[in-house]
């Protein structure tokens, strides 16, 4: 069967994996993009993916709290020029601002198309309303945002929810300090999950299946596979499960530990009830 280009290109871009090896697995796969990037990753030549998708699109990633409510949000549009705009960003703002507002609101609700077609006439380049997600603090949660940015583009957005037993000390500065740090953490790692018993089973199965087939390939025998597996696994886990995760700050503690900590040092359990995390153009 033929192989198109593009999808070769699109493969490698997702994977790392070399040309010829993308197409090969293509044609292995009868064209099957999700099956071509499983058999490479049982080859070895595409690691385990972390996070999918690269970041393709121009646009921003914009966040808002307000009133216990957050929301996090992806614009895209065709240029960086345009992504730099004054109208793009102010367009970022408002959506995000009625998003919160109107909680039953959707992506292909009149009130936002409307919003978008009239930014559109006046910026003359197409502009969509790519995904966004809503998070709400309950009495004993609040919510802590972060934008990175290169240069005037918010490029990696977060949003995290935090839990606290003392609903007093909310507004700690310590608590603030810490909650601030998390935010960064997750921008840098960029989580997929947020423990270990939040992973969809379908990835876990997955990845048992493809370090399992790495180690049939290596001719391990078959009475320590099982024990590769497992070790692989754990490796992988406490790198895309947030609480797990070394943290930033100080490499010598996961997540927890730090938060751990905190509870301690401020007498009220502290912990991490959700986040989410896009990137710029991610699939």
Not at 110 to 133: H, T, V
Request: hydrophobic share 40%; glycine share 8%; proline share 2%.
């Amino acid at each position: 069967m033929e192989i198109k280009a593009l999808d070769v290109k699109k493969l490698r871009e997702k994977t790392g994996a070399g040309m010829m090896d993308c197409k090969k697995a293509l044609l292995e796969a009868e064209g099957d993009f999700k099956k071509a990037e499983k058999i490479l990753k049982e080859l070895g030549l595409a690691a385990a993916a972390k996070r999918g998708g690269r970041a393709t699109k121009e646009g921003q990633i914009f966040s808002v709290i307000k009133d216990g409510k957050g929301v996090l949000l992806e614009l895209s549009c065709e240029t960086d020029f345009v992504a730099k705009n004054k109208e793009f960003v102010r367009l970022g703002e408002e959506l995000s601002n009625l998003i919160l507002e109107k909680e039953n609101i959707g992506k292909e609700s009149p009130e936002i198309d409307e919003k978008i077609k009239e930014a559109i006439g006046r910026i003359k380049e197409n502009i969509e309303l790519k995904r966004f997600k809503r998070l709400k603090a309950d009495e004993k949660q609040f919510l802590v945002n972060y934008i990175h940015r290169a240069g005037d583009i918010g490029k990696i957005g977060v949003l995290l929810l935090f839990e606290v037993e003392d609903p007093s000390l909310k507004d700690n500065p310590r608590l603030k300090e810490v909650a601030f740090d998390m935010a960064l953490h997750t921008a840098a790692y960029a989580p997929l999950f947020l423990s270990r018993d939040k992973v969809n089973p379908d990835y876990l199965k997955e990845q048992e299946e493809i370090f399992l087939k790495q180690a049939q390939n290596l001719g391990k025998p078959e009475k320590v596979l099982q024990g590769i597996v497992k070790g692989k696994i754990n490796k992988h886990l406490s790198e895309i499960c947030l609480m797990d995760q070394m943290f930033v700050k100080d490499q010598k503690l996961k997540v927890s530990q730090v938060l751990e900590n905190l509870g301690k040092e401020l007498n009220s359990r502290v912990n991490i009830a959700d986040f989410l995390y896009f990137r710029l153009g991610e699939e």
